[in-house]
């Protein structure tokens, strides 16, 4: 089995932000014995290696050492399970979006709150996707993962994967787990999840049951709010809403009492948007890069932005907000190399 690589490979249309990189060597992932070829050539080469999917959540340096392998493993099973569950596995390189489509067509609801966000099946967990009130976490069986040390292929249930807001375990064991596919649990009967206000407003009288009409609504907002990345460079969120203390919560509260916040067990989640909106940063301009004009919480690329641009735009906006709140905000996208 022979893998197919290139050498000095431009990564711009391979990150949504849109940086322009380049790999010092770039190879495609389609099947399980390209996985085993790539582990035996980076073992015997030294190499460094960065695993991508849709490249959605990712901030690249000008120059990738090593190999950049984008993982294009194809595939959408549906298996009918008892009632009407529906046990669906999608191939790692599956575009997400257009899988929630799929299956709407198919009649298989449950994942439409999560629709129009970029990128591949294979990152959904990692991250843990979520948006308007779903979390991937909420419809995901397992996850089939290459285990870099263990040399083998295997499934990680829901608990394995060590889920939490915006994170899981292959976020902390960067290095250990390649996905190669996703398992959900999903359902012919609608179970439509309505807990995100402005979701619900968008929503036609008697369509509350319709997971169509939501999946609709959901591509509506996010295209009010969010820049399109073929069209403006981004990553989505640039920061993870902070969790505090109740306390600290309170403290803020009395401070700022429009300030916007969900509790999240017994602790508050805070609305970045909202933290960065408030300090003025919306609609501004840096170098090639800026603060996106609907929402706070996206930085964008103009066009000829870079890392470096966007990591001195990251660390104002940082320290303008833990200088008025006195709250640190954490950087969601990874930064490679
Ligand atoms: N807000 C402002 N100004 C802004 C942006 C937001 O005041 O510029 C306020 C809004 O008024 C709103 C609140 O902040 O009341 C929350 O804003 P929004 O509903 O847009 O959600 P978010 O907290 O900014 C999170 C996720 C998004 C997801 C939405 C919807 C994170 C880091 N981000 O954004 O996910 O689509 O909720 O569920 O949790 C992503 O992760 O890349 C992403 C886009």
Same mark, same amino acid.
């Not at 301009?285 to 996106?292: D, F, L, S």
């Given at each position: ?65 090593g ?6 493993i ?8 008892a ?9 790692a ?6 899988s ?30 979520? /948006? @308007? ?6 419809? %995901?069986? !397992?996850?089939?993962?290459? #285990?870099? $040390?263990?040399?083998?292929? =295997? ?105 916007? /916040? @969900? ?6 989640? %805070?609305? !970045?948007?909202?933290?960065? #909106?408030? $300090?003025?940063?919306?609609? =501004? ?30 660390e ?7 200088e ?14």
């Amino acid at each position: 089995m022979s893998l197919q690589l290139y050498s000095d490979y431009p990564l711009r249309r391979l990150n949504t932000f849109g940086f322009e990189s380049y790999a010092q060597c770039f190879t495609r992932l389609e099947t399980a014995g390209d996985v085993i070829s790539l582990h035996r050539y980076v073992d015997e080469h030294r190499l460094p290696l960065l695993l991508i999917g849709g490249g959605s959540n990712l901030i690249l340096g000008p120059k990738v050492p090593g190999v950049v392998a984008q993982v294009a493993i194809a595939g959408m099973e549906l298996e009918a399970l008892a009632g009407d569950a529906v046990r669906v596995t999608l191939g790692a390189g599956e575009n997400w979006h257009g899988s929630i489509e799929r299956l709407l067509e198919q009649g298989v609801y449950g994942l439409e709150n999560l629709a129009l966000i970029p990128g591949c099946a294979g990152a959904a967990p990692v991250q843990n996707i979520g /948006a @308007y009130g779903v979390e991937v976490k909420d419809r %995901l069986e !397992a996850v089939e993962v290459y #285990d870099w $040390q263990q040399r083998r292929f =295997y499934w990680l249930d829901n608990a394995e994967c060590r889920f939490a807001y915006r994170d899981s375990i292959f976020k902390h064991e960067t290095d250990r787990y390649l996905i190669t596919r996703v398992r959900f649990l999903l359902s012919r009967q609608p179970d439509c999840v309505l807990s995100y206000k402005p979701l619900r407003d968008a929503i036609e009288p008697g369509q509350e049951g319709n997971p169509r009409a939501i999946f609709d609504a959901v591509c509506r907002i996010r295209r009010a709010k969010l820049p399109d990345p073929t069209l403006l460079g981004n990553a989505g969120s640039f920061f993870k809403n902070p969790i505090v203390t109740a306390g600290q919560y309170q403290a803020l509260r009395q401070r700022y009492p429009d300030m916007v /916040a @969900y509790p999240e067990g017994e602790e508050f989640k %805070l609305a !970045a948007g909202w933290l960065i #909106d408030r $300090q003025g940063w919306k609609g =501004y301009r840096q170098e090639g890069v800026g603060v996106h004009e609907h929402q706070a919480l996206v930085l964008v690329n103009y066009g000829e932005g870079n890392r470096q641009q966007i990591e001195r735009l990251a660390e104002r906006i940082q320290s303008d907000v833990l200088e008025q709140y006195g709250v640190q905000l954490e950087v969601e996208p990874r930064f490679y190399p």
